[in-house]
């Protein structure tokens, strides 16, 4: 059974299909109204998420399904004690396709080790985040037209920002990518994606601490929420919490084809002023979230019944 878990679970021309498809839902929608007629989408969310869920949710209603949805971990079987492996295979029996949040490191594996049906990671822990990361694909392709030859900028909490990860690994496998990573010292990108992506195949990139110096260079400047639920203690968060924001002064410092993502939700690291810039881009990735997933739950659902 097919499942996704990691951004790497799809190759670049099954990316591109799910560009493809996303662009031709945008275009003709009603052509896509009843194809999951019948089916049903179970999200289980053992984490905080409103658009992440919403958006599946919201995918999976405009493709002519229904949803199962449980938003609260304290009120599921889990707060009994059943273990992932276990909810894994009675969801099976209800649903057609699981998306699924949990706050530990590779649940989502589990979960689609042990179901019979599809299972979408929707974020596990500081792990990884590949529908987010479909958003933030189909956001740069409609904005830049190509995913080659960009120079990416990723700020703020690259250690604990599981979007970051996703988004880093999916990059990595275009030509002529480069990044710079622009975070405190204590929230640098963990080694282990330095290893498997930028090092492994060669990637330029550097690391610096200043917002500022990074903007002039930038073709996407990618900004992320300090991840308070990761910190051990308080005190560590806030201190760090608001070590980047960006305002229209620094704005102003970018090039006038920069485009200025964030997974959301937003703290206080993109100050409101910049929302009417038109480099602006978030509020959009929300809408090609939902696009992305509608074509995602397509695809593993027509593979499924195959
Ligand atoms: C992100 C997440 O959950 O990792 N949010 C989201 O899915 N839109 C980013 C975040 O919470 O900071």
Same mark, same amino acid.
């Given at each position: $059974?097919?499942?996704?878990?990691?951004?790497?679970?799809?190759?670049v021309?099954?990316l591109? !299909?799910?560009?493809a498809?996303?662009e031709?839902?945008?275009?003709?929608?009603?052509?896509?109204?009843?194809?999951?007629?019948?089916k049903?989408? /179970?999200t289980?969310?053992?984490? =905080?998420?409103?658009?992440?869920?919403?958006?599946? @949710?919201?995918?999976m209603?405009?493709?002519?399904?229904n949803?199962?949805?449980m938003?609260?971990?304290?009120?599921?079987?889990?707060?009994?004690?059943?273990?992932?492996?276990?909810t !894994?295979?009675?969801?099976?029996?209800?649903?057609?396709?699981?998306? $699924?949040?949990?706050? *530990? &490191?590779?649940?989502?594996?589990?979960?689609?080790?042990?179901?019979?049906?599809?299972?979408?990671?929707?974020?596990?822990?500081?792990?990884?985040? =590949?529908?987010?990361?479909?958003?933030?694909l189909?956001?740069?392709?409609? @904005?830049?037209?190509?995913?080659?030859? +960009?120079?990416?900028?990723?700020?703020?909490?690259?250690?604990?920002?599981?979007t970051?990860?996703s988004?880093i690994? %999916?990059?990595?496998?275009?030509e002529?990518?480069?990044?710079? +990573?622009?975070?405190?010292? &204590?929230?640098k +990108?963990?080694?282990?994606v330095? @290893?498997e992506?930028?090092? /492994? *195949?060669?990637?330029?990139?550097?690391?610096?601490?200043?917002?500022?110096? !990074?903007? =002039?260079?930038?073709?996407v400047?990618?900004m992320?929420?300090v991840?308070? &639920?990761?910190?051990?203690?308080? @005190?560590?968060y806030?201190?760090? *919490?608001?070590?980047?924001?960006?305002?229209?002064?620094?704005?102003?410092?970018?090039?006038?084809?920069?485009?200025?993502?964030?997974?959301?939700p937003?703290?206080?690291?993109?100050?409101? %002023?910049?929302? *009417?810039?038109?480099r602006?881009?978030?509020f959009?990735?929300?809408l090609?979230?939902?696009?992305?997933?509608?074509?995602?739950?397509?695809?593993?659902?027509?593979?499924?019944a195959?």
């Amino acid at each position: $059974m097919r499942s996704v878990i990691d951004i790497l679970d799809l190759s670049v021309s099954e990316l591109d !299909a799910l560009i493809a498809t996303a662009e031709d839902i945008i275009a003709h929608p009603a052509d896509y109204a009843e194809k999951c007629h019948g089916k049903k989408l /179970a999200t289980l969310f053992f984490e =905080p998420s409103t658009r992440t869920r919403m958006s599946f @949710e919201a995918a999976m209603y405009e493709l002519g399904g229904n949803v199962l949805s449980m938003t609260d971990a304290a009120s599921s079987s889990a707060s009994k004690g059943e273990s992932v492996a276990d909810t !894994a295979k009675v969801i099976s029996c209800y649903a057609d396709i699981i998306a $699924m949040r949990h706050p *530990k &490191e590779g649940a989502a594996l589990v979960a689609a080790n042990n179901a019979s049906i599809p299972v979408i990671n929707a974020g596990d822990g500081g792990h990884c985040h =590949p529908t987010q990361t479909l958003a933030d694909l189909l956001t740069i392709w409609r @904005e830049k037209k190509r995913f080659s030859g +960009l120079t990416v900028g990723l700020c703020g909490d690259l250690k604990f920002g599981r979007t970051v990860h996703s988004l880093i690994n %999916a990059l990595s496998r275009y030509e002529d990518m480069r990044f710079v +990573l622009i975070s405190p010292t &204590e929230l640098k +990108l963990p080694s282990y994606v330095k @290893e498997e992506s930028l090092k /492994a *195949k060669n990637i330029p990139y550097r690391q610096t601490t200043s917002l500022e110096e !990074a903007m =002039p260079e930038l073709d996407v400047l990618y900004m992320t929420r300090v991840q308070k &639920e990761r910190f051990f203690n308080e @005190e560590d968060y806030l201190r760090l *919490k608001d070590s980047y924001i960006l305002d229209p002064a620094k704005m102003t410092l970018g090039r006038d084809d920069l485009i200025v993502m964030h997974p959301l939700p937003r703290v206080n690291e993109i100050s409101v %002023a910049v929302d *009417k810039d038109p480099r602006a881009c978030y509020f959009k990735q929300v809408l090609n979230g939902k696009y992305m997933r509608m074509a995602l739950i397509l695809k593993l659902l027509e593979e499924a019944a195959s």
